[in-house]
């Protein structure tokens, strides 16, 4: 069975520090891996999305992917207390599969 | 449309009885797929269509869930007998054809917020 393991938190870090969210897999096939935010209440929103090793930086979000050790990551750089959410990982197999979710890590920033 | 729009936003249902949801895609989106998410959890897949193609019903949990899609836009989810442990957000998404090799995120709808009393 396909499965996508996060801690669940909650992770708490001081306003302007890093946060560090990290995503294993088992299938390794898995071609492409994204990042959703989710805040209380809402639905969930595409932030970051990778398929090659290494890092994609986006501002002051960075995805970082390994292959190998079927890892990626979410690095968040100055962190603000609106980035407050719950941290999504997903993952997809090549074609006509569906999006496998972990089931999130809640992160807190503290000003 | 601009988003993916769901309806109705909340329901509330006596258990045993049948309820509907909609979800209305991004216009030119060809795939469409319906989670579930129960409260504090993650996203649970339910259903899953593309084009023409037989639907990916896989994440169905019964016989008591059903959905359907006319062409390339509106879905419905349709649960009978409803029980208590339906109570969840159901989320619908849509993303242009999941080719291999492309990197396609979904967009989601607001939900519908199921409650089975």
């Known amino acids: 069975q396909k499965e996508v393991e996060q801690n669940s938190g909650p992770l708490s870090v001081p306003e302007g520090a890093i946060a560090s969210l990290n995503c294993t897999y088992s299938d390794r096939v898995s071609q492409s891996f994204f990042w959703y935010r989710q805040y209380s209440g809402k639905s969930p929103e595409l932030i970051m999305s990778i398929y090659s090793n290494g890092d994609k930086e986006d501002g002051r979000f960075t995805a970082q992917l390994n292959k190998a050790s079927q890892y990626v990551s979410l690095l968040i750089r100055d962190s603000q207390p609106s980035d407050s959410a719950t941290y999504l990982c997903?993952?997809?197999?090549?074609?006509?599969?569906?999006?496998?979710f972990g089931k999130g890590t809640r992160l807190s920033v503290i000003a | 449309g601009a988003g993916v729009s769901q309806s109705p936003s909340n329901k509330v249902t006596e258990k045993g009885k049948d309820v509907e949801l909609r979800c209305d895609p991004i216009?030119?989106?060809?795939?469409l797929y319906w989670y579930r998410q129960r409260l504090g959890q993650g996203l649970e897949f339910l259903i899953y269509f593309q084009g023409n193609s037989a639907p990916d019903k896989s994440g169905l949990p019964s016989d008591r869930f059903s959905a359907e899609r006319t062409g390339e836009s509106v879905s419905t989810l349709t649960i009978q007998r409803t029980q208590q442990e339906d109570s969840a957000v159901y989320l619908c998404?849509?993303?242009?054809?999941?080719?291999?090799?492309?990197?396609?995120?979904?967009?989601f709808g607001s939900g519908t917020r199921l409650t089975v009393v």
């Open positions: 216009s030119g989106h060809t795939a």
């Open positions: 998404a849509s993303s242009l054809a999941g080719q291999v090799g492309a990197v396609v995120g979904y967009t």
């Open positions: 997903a993952v997809k197999n090549s074609g006509n599969t569906p999006l496998v």
